[in-house]
Each structure stands twice: as structure tokens, then as C-alpha cells.
């Protein structure tokens, strides 16, 4: 559907042939048997093959000509660098953040344990900010977030669905205060709408310590590059789909290749520990999945 709805010179022959590899790449149906983990080849035409600096590159075929416009909001809107891992994004976005000019500002998380949770325990009093700080995990947010203005961001949590202020919406920001942020929603009905973002105390659903962590931070993150799960429900103008590590749970890949509007819109850098240009990467396809739909 999104192919069909996008705007391309692809001739119909082959969009048609585009739109089946990306079917049977999420019904496993490339290098078949495939139940469960397999090397599949990327179409030469797709792939990134030319690069010195791979960051560089998939940064430089996402988003050209970026230091001319990189506050622009129709440039912006439909591109993002999908990644499989956290890390990798995390790197992406400094990459970035680092090129564009302004000034940069940093905020840091109010992290503390949850005392009224009964598995509370006295030894907890002995772990410092500086321990809770680099905890990581999903479902909270990073202790430390560098922006500047323009920075594209997407927000993590609800704040106000009615003027879609919703979980995945992407804006960019406009301004930066020490409590608040101002940020312009980039997409959808409410584009344009200038709204401020508070900072909020968040907390991990199924918390893998023996502890209940407690962050308080700014709803967001840095949005240049986005995971691949996170991108679910976008639709986007342009993907570079960058995987120096490769997809690891069922149907990553497929999501990650089907968020394009256009054959022309998607690129993939592929890379090993060296560096060194790879064709082929991992697909995770479990047939059983399929199996319980039916």
C-alpha cells in the first residue's frame, strides 16, 4: 500500500518485482528453507556499496546536502536511518548532532528507586546516581540527551493524543529551555502545532533488577536515526537501513524494508567488523508465526 501511494519514476514491471521480494522477505519464502535464522543476498541495486566511513555514508545518502537543511521540516519529515540495536542509533545521532551548527545542550535524568514497591530493601540505599545513571533498558529513557535546535525528535509516551502528542510522533525542536522543550510536530493532521514538552518520571514495565528504577527525563529521543522496531506505523519518503549487526527477532527486516514509498527510497549499508562491504545479512522468519494466524 505504501508503494502504491508513493511517488516514483519506477515503472510499473518493477515496482511490481520490488513489492514481491519485500512480501517474501516477511513470509521467509528467500533462501528457502527458511524457519528461523538465514543468510539472504540484497539486490545489488539496493545496496551502499562505495564508502570509506559506512556512518558517513548512510548518513550522506539519507540526508544530503543536510547542513543546508537541516532545520527544514519537509526535508526532515520523511527520512530516518534504521538500525537494529540501540547502540548503533545512539551512534548515528551523536554522528549527526556533531555535524549540524548550534549550540548543543545536554540534559541529565533524576534517577532514584521506588521505595513504596514491597520488594523494597534497605541495601538499595547504597546504590549511588552514578550507578543508576547507566542503567539501560527498554521501556526507559536515556540518562543523558544532547539537542540542539532543529533536532528532529520523536516522543516515547502520551502526553496528549487529542492534539497527537502520541507515542512515535516525530517533531523537531524549536527551542530549548532548562525545564521545558519546544518542539513542532513534523507530521500528520496537526503539522505545524508548536507544543512544550515536560519532563517526566518513567519507569521500566518488567524491570530486570531486583529494583524498581525510577528516571526522570524528557519524553524523547534523537530521531536522525530510530531502531527498527520503533519504526513500525512510519511512513517514509527515504530509509537508509544501516546493519553493521543484524536484525534478531522475527520479521525485523521486512519492517525495516517495507517503510519506503519507493524502490528509489531505500538503501542498505552492510558491513562486517572490518568494514569491509557485505551482500548478504540475516532474516528472521518463524513459519509457526503464520502457522498460529491461520
Known sequence: MRLRHGRDNTSSDELAKFSKWILQVGDGKISEPNDGLVEIEIPKELLISNFEDPIRAIVDYTYPNLLEKFQDVTFLQGKAILASIIEVVDKINHYILD?????????????????????????????????????????????????????????????????????????????????????????????????????????????PWPFKLIRRQFPIIVSYAMTINKSQGQSLDSVGLYLPTPVFSHGQLYVAISRV?????????????????????????YKEVFEALG
Not at 549540524?100 to 520488594?119: A, Q, R, V
Not at 543523558?144 to 493524543?161: A, C, E, F, S, Y
Not at 513534523?186 to 515536560?198: A, E, L
Not at 531505500?266 to 557485505?278: A, V
Open 99 to 207: 555535524l549540524i551548527p548550534g549550540e548543543e545542550k545536554e540534559y541529565l535524568s533524576f534517577d532514584s528507586i521506588d521505595k513504596t514497591n514491597t520488594t523494597y530493601n534497605e541495601s538499595y540505599e547504597v546504590l549511588t546516581p552514578e550507578f543508576l545513571s547507566k542503567l539501560r533498558t527498554s521501556g526507559i529513557l536515556n540518562h543523558k540527551i544532547k539537542l540542539k535546535v532543529g533536532t528532529p525528535i520523536m516522543l516515547m509516551r502520551n502526553l496528549d493524543q487529542v492534539d497527537g502528542l502520541c507515542n512515535g510522533t516525530r517533531l523537531i525542536v524549536t527551542r530549548l529551555a532548562n525545564h521545558v522543550i519546544e518542539a513542532k510536530i513534523m507530521s500528520g493532521k496537526n503539522i505545524g502545532n508548536i507544543f512544550y514538552i515536560p519532563r517526566m518520571s518513567m519507569s521500566p514495565s518488567d524491570s
Open 261 to 285: 514509498k519507493s524502490k528509489s527510497g531505500l538503501k542498505i549499508l552492510i558491513h562486517d567488523k572490518d568494514n569491509s562491504l557485505c551482500s548478504t545479512t540475516t532474516n528472521v522468519v
